[in-house]
C-alpha cells in the first residue's frame, strides 16, 4: 500500500509540475509515457529469467529504494531534466515490484485461489493508489506541490524497510525454456486498449484540468475517484466467478465508451470527468484481473511467469504510447479529440472481451 502512495502521488504531480516548468502536453506524455516505461517494457519480458536466478525477497526492496531516488529527484527538480530522470529511476522501481509480484502471486496459489488472490493483490496496491490520489492532492493544495514528493520519498523507504522483514518461499523452480504460442497471449492482446486509455489519463487529464483552472485537490479528488472505484471492483472481483467477469467486462466497456463521448462535448464539466474516471477505474480493474487469471493458469500447458512479464510489457508498451499519443491529440487537436478516441478504443476493448474465452 505505501508503495502505491509513492506511485500514485508520481503519476497524478509529476504530469503538473512538468506543466508548470513549461512542458507541452506531446512534452509530458512523453516524460511519463515513453521515459517512465521504456526500462519496464523491456525488462518485463525477463521476468522469468530474473525471479529463476535470484531470491524472491530482492526485487521488492529493490523496488522501495528506486522509488526513494525517483521520488527525491522530483522533490529537488529544478527543470524538466530532473524530472525525465525521474521517471526513468521509476520505470525500473515499477518492474522490480509489478512482474514480479504478481509472478509470486502466480506461483503460490492454486486454481481455485488464484483470482481471489490476484484481485486481492490488485485491491492493497489500488487502496495505496486511493490514498495516494487525495493524500498528495491535500498536501500539495496546503503545503506546495514539492512537499509531496519528500512525503513520498519517506514512505517509499518505509515500504521498502518492510520488504526486507517480509520472507517469501521460492517453492516453484520456474521454467523458462517454453515459449509462448500465439494463442495463449490472445488474453493478453485483448487487454490493450484498456491500458491505453489509463495510462493516457494518468498524464493528460491531471495537467490539462489545472490549466482550466482547477485546483491541485480538484484533480486529487478526481483521481480519488478513480482508484476508489478500482479498490471496490479488484474487491468484488474475489466474489465473482469469472464468467461473470467477463460479461461485467463487457457491459462496462460499452457504458464507458459512452460517458466519453458525451465528455468529450462536456470537457469542462467537472461531475463528468468524476463518473468517467469511476468508470475507467472500474473497467480497467476488471480487464486487469481477468487478464491475470486467464495466463496465469498455464494455458496450454504455458510458462505463466513469462506471460506474466508479457503482460506488463504490454501495459508498459500502453503507459510508454498512450501518453505520447494522447498529448499529441491534445496539443494539435483540442482536448476533445483525445477523449473521442478514447471513445472509440473502449469500444474496441467490448468487442475484444466478447470474444475473450473464460
Known amino acids: 500500500m505505501l508503495m502505491g502512495i509513492s506511485m500514485m502521488t508520481m503519476m497524478q504531480n509529476a504530469p503538473i509540475v ?62 524538466l531534466v530532473s524530472v525525465l530522470l525521474s521517471q526513468l529511476v521509476m520505470g525500473v522501481a515499477m518492474f522490480c515490484f509489478f512482474p514480479c509480484g504478481e509472478s509470486i502471486v502466480s506461483q503460490s496459489y492454486g486454481e481455485s485461489g488464484r483470482l481471489k488472490a490476484f484481485s ?37 523507504a518505509m515500504a521498502c524497510i518492510l520488504f526486507t522483514r517480509t520472507k517469501t518461499q521460492q517453492s516453484t523452480t520456474i521454467n523458462t525454456n517454453i515459449k509462448p504460442e500465439i494463442k495463449t497471449t490472445f488474453p493478453i492482446l485483448y487487454s490493450t486498449p484498456y491500458f491505453l486509455i489509463l495510462a493516457a489519463s494518468y498524464a493528460v487529464f491531471p495537467g490539462y484540468l489545472v490549466l482550466q483552472g482547477f485546483t491541485e485537490l480538484d484533480v486529487g479528488l478526481l483521481f480519488f475517484a478513480l482508484m476508489l472505484s478500482r479498490v471496490l471492483t479488484s474487491f468484488s472481483l474475489s466474489r465473482i466467478k469469472p464468467e461473470k467477469v467477463k460479461k461485467l467486462l463487457t457491459i462496462l466497456s460499452g457504458v464507458t465508451a459512452l460517458t466519453l463521448l458525451i465528455t468529450a462535448y462536456n470537457p469542462s464539466q467537472l461531475m463528468l470527468h468524476a463518473v468517467l474516471l469511476i468508470l475507467v477505474g472500474a473497467v480497467v480493474s476488471i480487464a486487469y484481473v481477468l487478464t491475470l487469471y486467464l495466463i496465469s493458469g498455464k494455458p496450454g500447458g504455458q510458462n505463466p511467469v513469462l506471460l506474466i512479464g508479457m503482460f506488463e510489457a504490454l501495459i508498459g508498451s500502453s503507459f510508454l504510447v498512450g501518453p505520447l499519443l494522447a498529448g499529441f ?15 472509440i478504443s473502449m469500444i474496441v476493448g467490448g468487442v475484444f472481451s466478447v470474444r475473450q474465452r473464460v
Open 18 to 79: 512538468a506543466v508548470l516548468f513549461g512542458a507541452s502536453f506531446t512534452d509530458v506524455g512523453f516524460m511519463m509515457g515513453f521515459v517512465r516505461n521504456l526500462p519496464y517494457v523491456v525488462l518485463s519480458p525477463l521476468t522469468a529469467y530474473l525471479l529463476s536466478r535470484i531470491s524472491w525477497n530482492m526485487p521488492l526492496p529493490l523496488s522501495g529504494l528506486l522509488m526513494v531516488v525517483s521520488t527525491a529527484l522530483m522533490y529537488v527538480a529544478s527543470d
Open 329 to 343: 491529440l491534445t496539443d494539435f487537436y483540442g482536448f476533445t479529440s483525445a477523449l473521442l478516441v478514447f471513445g
Open 120 to 156: 486481492l493483490f490488485l485491491s492493497a496496491v489500488s487502496g495505496g493508489f486511493l490514498l495516494g490520489s487525495i493524500l498528495s492532492g491535500v498536501v500539495a493544495y496546503l503545503f506546495g506541490i514539492r512537499q509531496i514528493f519528500a512525503l513520498a520519498a519517506a514512505l517509499s
